[in-house]
């Protein structure tokens, strides 16, 4: 049986090099005896209790309780699973480059390192090109985000699904008109030209604004809310 141990980057950094990587996977008979290998390989428990590692963080590995699976896992995926389903929490955690040691009962040792950044890239063109798309756009009460709509690709969540430009900038979570999210708005359609529509009327009503104010008689005040409403169009008038 196989058991996999999680490396936890306790202190905010990871202990790699050519025996430990974010993880260990043991092949072994029984859960102690991979615990016992795992001490032999680099593998250390109790790193709290020892001043060893952060406290606050925890402990970088702990010893390993579980019946074990038949083949190398992580997370109970495949290695090949788990490196095509990378994704960018991931990448956060774990850093650009993903190194994984398996240690075998014939003593064989392998190593696998995954180019973790460009894997995710990879990953995330795939989701894309799979994903329902629409266009959308984002405003608040300092103006437009974009002078034009936005694709937004829809991500699967873990308790709902929502649609997310590609620089992870711009989020909808319904399509239409949404004030839900505090501080933004958005307007979001599966139709190009509506957004575009809607982005009209926005700037519409922006440059309806100006020219009222600029009815008013020139002061430093006018002269301010003009350029701060030139601002919201995306171009200081």
Not at 4 to 32: H, L, P
Not at 54 to 70: I, L, T
Not at 197 to 215: G, H, L, M, N, Y
Request: proline share 2%; glycine share 8%.
């Amino acid at each position: 049986m196989f058991y996999t141990y999680n490396q936890n980057n306790s202190g905010g950094i990871f202990d790699i090099n050519d025996r430990v990587g974010q993880y260990v996977i043991i092949e072994a008979d029984n859960c102690e005896k991979a615990n016992e290998k795992a001490e032999t390989v680099g593998i250390y428990f109790d790193g709290c209790d020892n001043d060893t590692d952060c406290s606050c963080c925890g402990d970088r590995w702990h010893r390993n309780y579980e019946e074990g699976n038949k083949q190398p896992q992580i997370y109970g995926k495949t290695i090949k699973e788990y490196k095509d389903d990378l994704d960018y929490y991931l990448d956060y955690y774990i850093g650009p480059n993903l190194v994984i040691h398996i240690y075998y009962k014939n003593n064989n040792h392998e190593t696998i390192k995954i180019d973790a950044k460009a894997k995710i890239e990879e990953n995330k063109k795939k989701q894309r090109d799979k994903a329902k798309k629409i266009w959308g756009i984002g405003f608040n009460l300092y103006g437009l985000w974009d002078t034009k709509p936005v694709r937004l690709y829809e991500s699967k969540g873990f308790d709902k699904n929502n649609f997310w430009d590609k620089s992870g900038n711009l989020s909808v979570d319904k399509i239409g008109f949404d004030t839900s999210n505090a501080g933004c708005m958005t307007f979001s359609s599966e139709s190009k030209k509506e957004v575009e529509e809607f982005i009209k009327e926005i700037q519409a009503s922006i440059c309806s604004a100006i020219d009222t104010v600029r009815e008013r008689p020139k002061t430093l005040a006018t002269e301010a809310v003009i350029k701060r409403l030139g601002g919201m169009l995306g171009t200081i008038e």
